[in-house]
């Protein structure tokens, strides 16, 4: 009963730790806003791809993500500073988008596998979906790992089915996003989409300054006069 008390508490932290900051629901709508020119087969694919990958590099980072950092000496303050910039680089790019192509049509051009891959992958997974915030938290995650005993393997086996928990969330709210949207109508759906890029513009913002934040203390701790 102890182990599996152990698997249940992790399986529970990792789930309550990474959904509120994944945030499925409130991601769909810009899924929707950076595919709605796709048909809707297009749609399914690429939300289930994006909920492959996010699984992907989700648990890499938890598994091995502090030693990639420690090898190559980046700091978690450094990748929020750089995914800040991509992220409020994307929502830019939204906001300045024609209005029209915002609309739920379809074009008869029709995507290959390849271009499916790639578009899920940048900027979909990252740092859309899964985006510094989410990778930070993975990797305190697995750093914070009990490297013994029992927990060895209840632990990590936990955290995987948590990642594949909140993965299947993140698919799940992406392949149904546009029944939400077509019952707003066109010009609501052009208003809510505008709206959402807003907001991945000012998460990017935020994200970028939480690093340069983390950066500037860490200066003036280490350069403040004794």
Same mark, same amino acid.
């Given at each position: 009963?102890?182990?599996?008390?152990?698997?249940?508490?992790?399986?529970?932290?990792?789930?309550?730790?990474?959904?509120?900051?994944?945030?499925?629901?409130?991601?769909?709508?810009?899924?929707?806003?950076?595919?709605?020119?796709?048909?809707?087969?297009?749609?399914?694919?690429?939300?289930?791809?994006?909920?492959?990958?996010?699984?992907?590099?989700?648990?890499?980072?938890?598994?091995?993500?502090?030693?990639?950092?420690?090898?190559?000496?980046?700091?978690?303050?450094?990748?929020?500073?750089?995914?800040?910039?991509?992220?409020?680089?994307?929502?830019?790019?939204?906001?300045?988008?024609?209005?029209?192509?915002?609309? !739920?049509?379809?074009?008869? +051009?029709?995507? &290959?596998?390849?271009? %499916? $891959?790639?578009? *899920? #992958?940048?900027? =979909?997974?990252?740092?859309?979906?899964?985006?510094?915030?989410?990778?930070?938290?993975?990797?305190?995650?697995?750093?914070?790992?009990?490297?013994?005993?029992?927990?060895?393997?209840?632990?990590?086996?936990?955290?995987?089915?948590?990642?594949?928990?909140?993965?299947?969330?993140?698919?799940?709210?992406?392949?149904?996003?546009?029944?939400? !949207?077509?019952?707003?109508? +066109?010009?609501? &759906?052009?208003?809510? %989409? $505008?709206?959402? *890029? #807003?907001?991945? =513009?000012?998460?990017?913002?935020?994200?970028?300054?939480?690093?340069?934040?983390?950066?500037?203390?860490?200066?003036?701790?280490?350069?403040?006069?004794?």
């Amino acid at each position: 009963m102890p182990y599996l008390s152990s698997f249940i508490t992790n399986f529970l932290l990792v789930i309550a730790a990474l959904i509120p900051i994944l945030n499925p629901l409130g991601q769909a709508p810009i899924f929707m806003s950076m595919t709605s020119r796709y048909s809707a087969e297009e749609r399914v694919i690429l939300a289930r791809k994006v909920g492959m990958y996010g699984f992907s590099l989700l648990l890499v980072s938890m598994f091995i993500g502090i030693y990639v950092l420690e090898f190559f000496g980046v700091s978690l303050a450094i990748v929020r500073v750089g995914g800040g910039l991509l992220v409020a680089t994307a929502g830019w790019q939204l906001m300045s988008s024609d209005p029209s192509h915002s609309v !739920l049509v379809s074009t008869d +051009e029709r995507l &290959t596998e390849e271009q %499916l $891959r790639q578009r *899920a #992958f940048f900027p =979909l997974t990252f740092p859309i979906s899964v985006g510094p915030g989410s990778l930070t938290v993975a990797i305190t995650l697995g750093a914070s790992f009990k490297r013994s005993g029992i927990d060895t393997v209840l632990i990590p086996l936990a955290s995987v089915l948590a990642v594949a928990v909140a993965s299947f969330l993140l698919y799940w709210c992406y392949r149904n996003a546009d029944r939400l !949207l077509k019952l707003m109508g +066109e010009t609501g &759906t052009i208003i809510f %989409l $505008r709206l959402s *890029a #807003f907001i991945l =513009l000012c998460l990017g913002i935020q994200i970028l300054w939480n690093g340069l934040s983390e950066l500037m203390a860490e200066f003036l701790i280490q350069n403040w006069p004794k």
